[in-house]
């Protein structure tokens, strides 16, 4: 899987994704990341990618030229790609939007912007606007990290043999049981019983209760399509 990603600040991206899973997926060529500064797509010496918002207010707005022209630039090998705006005001990112970007996109092009916003016309460009949630970042690659992150985990292969129960529990509607490590013992706080035992199967409950039970504390809006064996549990804990 390629990712494309359109940005003035590219240390931000290429930082990144150097590190851990990223970046055992780079050098198994399992995923590539290529990087573009928006600066190299303007016509004016000083590279300006901003201007005064018509209309007046406060900030600046990042103008429609340098983002036009490298997404006509991109464009010009022919090779199908998904456009995804990062914004504010996109559809909320989940683990299921990773899951269909993973499995229908073999190209995308993640449009990040800074200062107020962008030129709304680029999004005549662009084929998805999406945002990580409800809160206000200074910039889209942010989001575009969390994304390339996200659907990266979902690609075959890229996290080696570690089983991920993080993706599967979120897959299936509910948050992340609790992890324990050595010691068994720190300064009185112990590690569960049930996690010592080597019964398989009674760990595999407690870690379920627990799971739905920080899921109904932290989390009830995702207990939906639990199964007959889930809702069975949820009951006991309510
Ligand atoms: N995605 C996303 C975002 C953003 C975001 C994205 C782009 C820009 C450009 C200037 N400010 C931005 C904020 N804030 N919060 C989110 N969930």
């Not at 590279?47 to 018509?54: E, G, H, L, Q, S």
């Not at 914004?87 to 993640?110: D, H, I, N």
Request: glycine share 8%.
């Amino acid at each position: 899987m390629k990712f494309e990603v359109l940005t003035i600040f590219p240390e931000i991206i290429e930082c990144y994704i150097k590190h851990g899973v990223l970046g055992k997926a780079l050098n198994k060529g399992i995923v590539e990341v290529k990087v573009y500064n928006l600066r190299d797509f303007t016509s004016d010496k000083h590279k300006k990618v901003d201007d005064y918002p018509y209309g007046g207010g406060a900030g600046m707005v990042m103008q429609i030229e340098p983002f036009y022209n490298a997404i006509m630039h991109l464009k010009a090998d022919e090779k199908p790609r998904k456009l995804v705006l990062l914004s504010p005001q996109g559809r909320k990112f989940t683990q299921k939007l990773a899951q269909k970007f993973m499995e229908e996109s073999k190209a995308m092009v993640l449009i990040c912007g800074r200062y107020e916003g962008i030129d709304e016309r680029v999004k005549a460009f662009v084929d998805e606007e999406v945002s990580i949630g409800d809160y206000v970042l200074s910039g889209g690659e942010l989001a575009a990290l969390v994304i390339i992150d996200s659907v990266v985990r979902l690609i075959p292969g890229a996290l080696g043999d570690e089983l991920s129960a993080v993706e599967d529990s979120f897959m299936k509607g509910f948050l992340d049981y609790p992890h324990y490590t050595r010691p068994e013992d720190f300064k009185g706080m112990k590690v569960p019983e049930v996690l010592l035992s080597g019964d398989h199967k009674k760990i595999a409950l407690w870690r379920k209760r627990q799971a739905l039970k920080n899921t109904l504390k932290n989390r009830p809006d995702l207990l939906k399509n639990l199964s007959p064996e889930d809702m069975r549990i949820l009951k006991e804990l309510c």
